[in-house]
C-alpha cells in the first residue's frame, strides 16, 4: 500500500487535532534510520520527540523487553509489586542531582510526572500556587497546559485552566530578556498576583525544550534556588527533554551544582521507546502525600521499566554522555560556519542542539524559513524538527548511538541546504 493511500486513511480516521508532520508511514526503524511503506530510507534526527536518545530498537532494550514479555506483562505495582520497579527506582535514586536521600515513583507520560511533581509539592507545603515560565512546556492535560507558556496551538480552545498558576519571563538573551529582567517579573508576581507565603513550588526547564532549547543561565537558577530557599518554595526541574545523557550529562540539573532542585520530573528517553516517566526527589517531599494518593494503573509498566533499565546501562556502557558532548560540538562547527545570513544563534548543551532564524532583512523571527529548511532537509531524508514559541527554531535531536558516518552525512546535507 502507498504512502498516499494510508494518508487518506488517516484523514478518515483521525481527527484533525492529531498534527502530523511527515506524510509517510514507518514501516521499519532501526538506530538512527527509519524505512517507509515505499522502502525509503530516512536519517531520524527527531528522535520521536527525544524519546530515542539510544537509538531505534537497541539491541539491549529489545532483550530486556523480550525477557520480561516471558515473564510478566501488567500487575499494577500498587496491588502485586515486582522488583524491578524498586531497582530502576534505587538506581535512579543514586543518580539525581538531590541534596539528600531521594525517593523515585513512576508514572506513563511526562504529563502525568509534572501533574504528579505539583502534587507531591502542595502536599508538601499545604500551598496551591504554582510559578511557571514564559516559552515553557510541560504537557497537554488541563494543568500541564496551564502551566505552559505557549498558547498556539497547545493551549487554543481549551480554557479555561486551573487557577493559581502564574507566568514569570524565562531569560532569553537573543529576545532580550536577561536574567534580572526573569528575577524581577518573579518578584512582580510576588507582588501583584501570590504572595510568596502561598507558593508551592516554582518549575521550570534547565533547557527548554518546546520553547526552543533556550539554556538556563547559571545566574538564574542559582538566583531561583535562593528564592525558593527564602519563602519555603519547593524547586522542580522539568527534565522530560533534556534528561539521560542528551545534554553531556545525564541530567542537565548536573550543570548548576549549587542549585539542587527539590524535585525531578523525567519521561522521554528514559524508557527507550517506551511509555514511561518518574518523578525523583528528597525522601521527605517524596512522602507528604497518604498512602493512594499516587500511582496509575500502567504506572512503572514492567516492560516500560526493564526497558529503562538497559537504557541506564546502554549509556554508561557506551560512555553516551562523552558521545553527545562531541557530536553536539560537531553539529555546532557545522551550524556556525555555514554562513547562512539568517541563522540568528546557535544553541547548544552537549547533543541538545538548536538553530534559531530570523528574517535577514527585518531581523525578526522567521518561521517560514525554519519550515522551509526543515522541508528541504525532509525531501532528502533527513527528518528534523521545529520548535520555539515563534517556530522558527530547529531543534536537533538524534540519537546518541548514531554512527559516525551516518552522523557526518547528515551534517554534510545540512551544510549544503543551509549554504543555499
Known amino acids: 500500500m502507498s504512502n498516499s493511500e494510508v494518508q487518506q486513511r488517516r484523514l478518515a480516521a483521525t481527527p484533525r487535532g492529531v498534527g502530523v508532520m511527515c506524510n509517510f508511514y514507518a514501516v521499519r526503524a532501526e538506530n538512527a534510520t527509519l524505512w517507509d511503506h515505499q522502502g525509503r530510507e530516512y536519517t531520524d534526527f527527531a528522535a520521536g520527540i527525544a524519546v530515542l536518545n539510544t537509538g531505534h530498537r537497541h539491541p539491549k532494550v529489545v532483550d530486556a523487553v523480550r525477557h520480561q514479555l516471558d515473564c510478566f506483562t501488567h500487575t499494577a505495582f500498587q496491588v502485586i509489586p515486582y522488583e524491578n520497579y524498586l531497582l530502576l527506582a534505587e538506581r535512579l535514586n543514586q543518580r539525581v542531582p538531590i541534596d539528600g536521600p531521594a525517593k523515585t515513583t513512576f508514572f506513563s507520560t511526562g504529563a502525568e510526572a509534572v501533574e504528579n511533581a505539583v502534587k507531591i509539592a502542595r502536599a508538601a507545603t499545604g500551598r496551591a500556587g504554582i ?50 529582567d526573569a528575577i524581577a517579573s518573579l518578584e512582580t508576581i510576588f507582588r501583584c498576583d501570590i504572595s510568596p507565603q502561598d507558593v508551592a513550588a516554582i518549575i ?40 539521560f545523557a542528551r545534554t553531556g550529562k545525564l541530567f542537565a540539573c548536573e550543570y548548576y551544582p ?96 538548536a538553530a534559531e532564524f530570523n528574517d535577514p532583512a527585518t531581523g525578526k523571527p522567521s518561521a517560514t524559513i525554519a519550515h522551509d529548511i526543515q522541508q528541504k532537509a525532509l525531501a532528502q531524508g533527513l527528518i528534523l524538527l521545529t520548535c520555539g514559541v515563534h517556530g522558527n527554531v530547529i531543534r536537533f535531536l538524534y540519537p546518541l548511538t548514531i554512527p559516525d558516518a551516518q552522523f557526518k552525512r547528515a551534517l554534510g546535507l545540512l551544510s549544503s541546504i543551509l549554504a543555499h
Open 131 to 180: 510559578i511557571a515560565f514564559t516559552g515553557a512546556f510541560h504537557g497537554r492535560t488541563l494543568m500541564t497546559m496551564g502551566l505552559t507558556g505557549k498558547v498556539l496551538p497547545y493551549k487554543t480552545g481549551f480554557g479555561p485552566f486551573p487557577g493559581a498558576v502564574f507566568h514569570a519571563r524565562y531569560p532569553n538573551a537573543l529576545q532580550g530578556y536577561s536574567t534580572e
Open 204 to 243: 521550570f526547564e534547565p533547557i527548554q525544550g518546546e520553547g526552543g532549547f533556550n539554556i538556563a543561565p547559571s545566574q538564574f537558577v542559582n538566583k531561583l534556588r535562593e528564592l525558593c530557599d527564602q519563602h519555603g518554595i519547593l524547586l522542580i526541574a522539568d527534565e522530560i527533554q533534556s534528561g
Open 258 to 353: 549549587q542549585a539542587k532542585p527539590d524535585l525531578i520530573t523525567m519521561a522521554k528517553s528514559l524508557g527507550g521507546g517506551l511509555p514511561i516517566s518518574a518523578v525523583a526527589g528528597r525522601a521527605e517531599i517524596m512522602d507528604a502525600p497518604l498512602p493512594g494518593g499516587l500511582g496509575g494503573t500502567y504506572a512503572g509498566n514492567p516492560l516500560a521499566v526493564a526497558s529503562s533499565l538497559a537504557v541506564l546501562d546502554i549509556i554508561a556502557e557506551e560512555q553516551l554522555c562523552d558521545r553527545a558532548l562531541r557530536l553536539g560540538a560537531e553539529l555546532v562547527e557545522t551550524l556556525s560556519n555555514s554562513g547562512n545570513p539568517a541563522l540568528a544563534e546557535v544553541r547548544a548543551r552537549g547533543s541538545m542542539v
